[in-house]
């Protein structure tokens, strides 16, 4: 036996989850028993195939990092090796494997934003908002939003505050967060909105589930009682604290925040989630909806699965709106209503299009990213057929646009890191990491 070493860091979770696997664990260093190759100039560190097949319905989160490893760690020219391509990495995977196509596109964007990461913690970003198909700014500065996705990108790659090569990276992100909270429990930085509000919130609570730092659930309960505060009459959020209207890009971000902090145990009230619910329901377009109206001017017509921007008939519906739409049923406790697999259907329908002309023309547009950041959610609920064929699909186009030196593009929206959180964690979903990730 030899033992050699990778780059990978853990959780403890996952430590105990790979000693199911046959791993050890020394320090932060992440060692694999490898077996010396006969013949062989060097040996080939792997995890058996056999060994990943046995072991990975009882652990799943240890045959996901066994595969990055195998990928991160494996010698060109030895035959014998088996690749991760080639491993079934279990059903709750849903079929998908982790490619070392994709693990090393992960690896190149995380070590893009961790050269990106500014001395106060953070990461720069336009601040400014949507205004519909564009993004307008009013300055370039250490964004909570940004920062707080770009720290869970990295959460989601198994790296934990203070531990692993890129523990302080996150640690210093999650200072930054911290400095953010108001007294009111608004997280806001040069008048960032509702939306970084939402990220960060989830951001704490991931940190709160994997540290239980009494700090991060302090300002994490703050937040949690601000989103609560901020909830309309119409049972949503918008770009403002305290709006009197809603829209469902804003509702998707402040539901999965809520329901992340509600599983490690932050008080959210019932009645908040049940009126978001509600919100969400009366969005979706109903086959009676889109008999009785069409119109052929908006960004997508009326068909059935779509849904709406804002609550009521008028508004328009579009793929990021819908993915948004499905991920709050689910964020919610909804998984089995008529508007989850019409949801799902449309999504189907439009991907390519939406690819095209989101993701390849415009250059990574924020809807590209922000769609496909919640449709890849509720794919990966959905399971099955919609799962396997969307995120195959999505992978390709990712690896893609990648630019060789590790960023994801973002031409029209907060910029490259914005871009590069979001692309790298879709591409984590199949680690399976982050507990809002999970099913």
Same mark, same amino acid.
């Given at each position: 036996?030899?033992?050699?070493?990778?780059?990978?860091?853990?959780?403890?979770?996952?430590?105990?989850?790979?000693?199911?696997?046959?791993?050890?664990?020394?320090?932060?260093?992440?060692?694999?028993?490898?077996?010396?190759?006969?013949?062989?100039?060097?040996?080939?560190?792997?995890?058996?195939?056999?060994?990943?097949?046995?072991?990975?319905?009882?652990?799943?989160?240890?045959?996901?990092?066994?595969?990055?490893?195998?990928?991160?760690?494996?010698?060109?020219?030895?035959?014998?090796?088996?690749?991760?391509?080639?491993?079934?990495?279990?059903?709750?995977?849903?079929?998908?494997?982790?490619?070392?196509?994709?693990?090393?596109?992960?690896?190149?964007?995380?070590?893009?934003?961790?050269?990106?990461?500014?001395?106060?913690?953070?990461?720069?970003?336009?601040?400014?908002?949507?205004?519909?198909?564009?993004?307008?700014?009013?300055?370039?500065?250490?964004?909570?939003?940004?920062?707080?996705?770009?720290?869970?990108?990295?959460?989601?790659?198994?790296?934990?505050?203070?531990?692993?090569?890129?523990?302080?990276?996150?640690?210093?992100?999650?200072?930054?967060?911290?400095?953010?909270?108001?007294?009111?429990?608004?997280?806001?930085?040069?008048?960032?909105?509702?939306?970084?509000?939402?990220?960060?919130? %989830?951001?704490?609570?991931? &940190? $709160?589930?994997?540290?239980?730092?009494? *700090?991060?659930?302090?300002? #994490? +309960?703050?937040?949690? !009682?601000?989103?609560?505060?901020?909830?309309?009459?119409?049972?949503?959020?918008?770009?403002?604290?305290?709006?009197?209207?809603?829209?469902?890009?804003?509702?998707?971000?402040?539901?999965?925040?809520?329901?992340?902090?509600?599983?490690?145990?932050?008080?959210?009230?019932?009645?908040?989630?049940?009126?978001?619910?509600?919100?969400?329901?009366?969005?979706?377009?109903?086959?009676?909806?889109?008999?009785?109206?069409?119109?052929?001017?908006?960004?997508?017509?009326?068909?059935?699965?779509?849904?709406?921007?804002?609550?009521?008939?008028?508004?328009?519906?579009?793929?990021?709106?819908?993915?948004?739409?499905?991920?709050? %049923?689910?964020?919610?406790? &909804? $998984?089995?209503?008529?508007?989850?697999? *019409?949801?799902?259907?449309? #999504? +189907?329908?439009?991907? !390519?299009?939406?690819?095209?002309?989101?993701?390849?023309?415009?250059?990574?547009?924020?809807?590209?990213?922000?769609?496909?950041?919640?449709?890849?959610?509720?794919?990966?609920?959905?399971?099955?057929?919609?799962?396997?064929?969307?995120?195959?699909?999505?992978?390709?186009?990712?690896?893609?646009?990648?630019?060789?030196?590790?960023?994801?593009?973002?031409?029209?929206?907060?910029?490259?890191?914005?871009?590069?959180?979001?692309?790298?964690?879709?591409?984590?979903?199949?680690?399976?990491?982050?507990?809002?990730?999970?099913?």
């Amino acid at each position: 036996m030899m033992i050699t070493k990778t780059p990978l860091h853990v959780s403890k979770r996952a430590e105990t989850a790979l000693s199911k696997l046959g791993f050890k664990v020394t320090g932060l260093a992440l060692l694999s028993m490898a077996t010396q190759i006969p013949g062989s100039a060097q040996a080939q560190a792997s995890v058996p195939q056999s060994a990943v097949t046995r072991a990975a319905t009882a652990w799943p989160l240890a045959a996901s990092i066994a595969a990055s490893l195998q990928a991160s760690a494996r010698v060109p020219g030895i035959a014998e090796a088996q690749p991760p391509s080639q491993l079934n990495l279990t059903a709750e995977a849903g079929g998908i494997i982790v490619t070392p196509e994709q693990a090393q596109a992960v690896s190149n964007g995380l070590a893009w934003l961790a050269s990106q990461q500014s001395d106060d913690g953070s990461w720069q970003g336009k601040i400014g908002y949507k205004l519909n198909s564009d993004y307008e700014y009013t300055g370039i500065s250490g964004h909570v939003g940004v920062t707080s996705l770009a720290c869970m990108a990295f959460l989601a790659g198994g790296y934990l505050p203070g531990r692993g090569e890129y523990g302080q990276a996150v640690e210093r992100g999650l200072d930054f967060v911290l400095s953010c909270s108001k007294e009111d429990g608004y997280i806001t930085r040069s008048d960032t909105r509702m939306y970084s509000h939402a990220f960060a919130s %989830l951001f704490l609570a991931e &940190i $709160y589930g994997m540290t239980h730092r009494q *700090d991060v659930r302090q300002k #994490l +309960q703050k937040a949690v !009682d601000f989103i609560v505060r901020c909830q309309n009459d119409e049972g949503g959020w918008r770009y403002e604290p305290f709006a009197p209207n809603s829209d469902m890009s804003i509702v998707v971000c402040q539901v999965l925040a809520l329901r992340a902090a509600r599983n490690i145990g932050i008080h959210v009230p019932k009645s908040t989630i049940d009126r978001a619910a509600q919100y969400v329901v009366d969005s979706a377009i109903t086959g009676n909806e889109a008999r009785d109206r069409y119109r052929p001017t908006t960004l997508f017509q009326d068909e059935v699965g779509a849904f709406h921007y804002q609550k009521g008939t008028s508004s328009r519906s579009s793929f990021p709106l819908t993915a948004a739409g499905v991920t709050a %049923l689910h964020g919610v406790g &909804i $998984y089995s209503d008529e508007a989850i697999g *019409d949801g799902l259907n449309f #999504l +189907q329908r439009k991907l !390519d299009s939406f690819n095209h002309d989101r993701g390849r023309r415009d250059r990574g547009h924020y809807f590209f990213w922000y769609g496909h950041y919640y449709g890849v959610q509720a794919m990966y609920t959905a399971g099955g057929n919609h799962w396997e064929s969307y995120f195959r699909k999505l992978r390709q186009e990712l690896l893609d646009m990648q630019h060789s030196s590790g960023y994801f593009p973002n031409q029209v929206g907060p910029g490259k890191a914005f871009g590069t959180a979001m692309g790298v964690l879709i591409l984590e979903i199949p680690y399976r990491f982050l507990p809002i990730f999970q099913r």
